[in-house]
Nanobody
Framework: QVQLVESGGGLVQAGGSLRLSCTAS????????MAWYRQAPGKQRELVAA???????NYADSGKGRFTISGDNAKNTKYLQMNSQKPEDTGVYYC????????????WGQGTQDTVSS
């Protein structure tokens, strides 16, 4: 079994920056794709950014130019750097890891809160 643990959330003023971390209990990110999702109060969980095991990245329009997803496979950790934060970035951020082969393996972290004040 794999556990994903997010950290780095907090309270930040609009325009500020925050870096979230997602650490896996096993070395999965060399073969797993990983994504960050956000769930704002009263809304569905939505994709924020994703990165494949090969390093290709994809961003939701809301974060393009402001957010950067990256990783350190030696630390089994992926990051989401969020700059120029806006109040609409507020929500619980979850990391997700997926290994797609003959079977799909998927894991979720417990989430970390990011609150951006105006």
């Amino acid at each position: 079994q794999v556990q994903l643990v997010e950290s780095g959330g907090g309270l930040v003023q609009a325009g500020g920056s925050l870096r979230l971390s997602c650490t896996a209990s096993r070395n999965i990110f060399t073969i797993a794709s990983m994504a960050w999702y956000r769930q704002a109060p009263g809304k569905q969980r939505e994709l924020v950014a994703a990165i494949t095991s090969g390093g290709s990245t994809n961003y939701a329009d809301s974060g393009k130019g402001r957010f950067t997803i990256s990783g350190d496979n030696a630390k089994n950790t992926k990051y989401l750097q969020m700059n120029s934060q806006k109040p609409e970035d507020t929500g619980v951020y979850y990391c997700n890891g997926v290994i797609q082969g003959i079977r799909q393996y998927k894991w979720w972290g417990q989430g970390t809160q990011d609150t951006v004040s105006s």
